[in-house]
C-alpha cells in the first residue's frame, strides 16, 4: 500500500518535472503584471507587481509561473509577463553604496536608496554584483544589499 503510494508520487514528480523551474531561478517582469491566487486570468486577482520588480520563480507551469516577491507575497503571473533582463532590488535599510570595484575600499560611483531597481549587468563575482543604474551608471553592489539574484 506505501509503496504504490510512493510509485504514483514518483510518477507526478517526473511527469511535472518538465515545467519546473530550477531552485532559486529568478526573473524581473517586462511590464506591470498583476499577480492572481492561481494559473488563470479567471482567478481572484491579489496586487500588482510593477515592470521591472524581480520575482524568484517557485513553479512554471504551461502558460503560468508561481512567483515569490521580495517582501514574501506569492501568487502565479503569466509566463508571458517574465522577462530575460534581470534586475535586483536594493533591500538594504540604509540603501546601499555602489563602487567602481568589486571591494569595500572602492570609491563610491552612486548610492541606491532602498526599494530602487538596478539592472544587473554580470553573474555575481563572489560577494559582488555589477549592476547598472537606469541613468546609466555602473558600478559594484554588495549581494548582502540586493534581493533577485
Known amino acids: 500500500m506505501i509503496r ?8 507526478l514528480i517526473a511527469l511535472a518535472a518538465p515545467g519546473l523551474a530550477s531552485a532559486l531561478d529568478y526573473k524581473s517582469l517586462a ?20 515592470k521591472g520588480t524581480p520575482v524568484e520563480i517557485i513553479v512554471i507551469v504551461d502558460r503560468w509561473a508561481k512567483v515569490r516577491e521580495q517582501s514574501g507575497g506569492l501568487g502565479w503571473v503569466e509566463r508571458g509577463a517574465l522577462s530575460d533582463t534581470r534586475q535586483v532590488i536594493v ?9 567602481q570595484r568589486a571591494e569595500e575600499a572602492a570609491p563610491v560611483v ?24 537606469r541613468d546609466g551608471q555602473t558600478g559594484y553592489v554588495p549581494l548582502k544589499s540586493v534581493w533577485g539574484i
Not at 504504490?4 to 510518477?11: D, E, G, H, Q, T
Open 91 to 99: 533591500t538594504a535599510a540604509s540603501g546601499a553604496d555602489v563602487r
Open 110 to 133: 552612486f548610492s541606491a536608496s532602498k526599494d530602487v531597481l538596478l539592472e544587473v549587468i554580470e553573474k555575481p563575482a563572489g560577494a559582488w554584483l555589477k549592476v547598472k543604474h
Open 31 to 50: 511590464d506591470n503584471a498583476i499577480v492572481y491566487d492561481a494559473g488563470s486570468t479567471k482567478a481572484q486577482p491579489q496586487f500588482i507587481l510593477l
Open 4 to 11: 504504490c503510494f510512493f510509485l504514483r508520487v514518483s510518477v
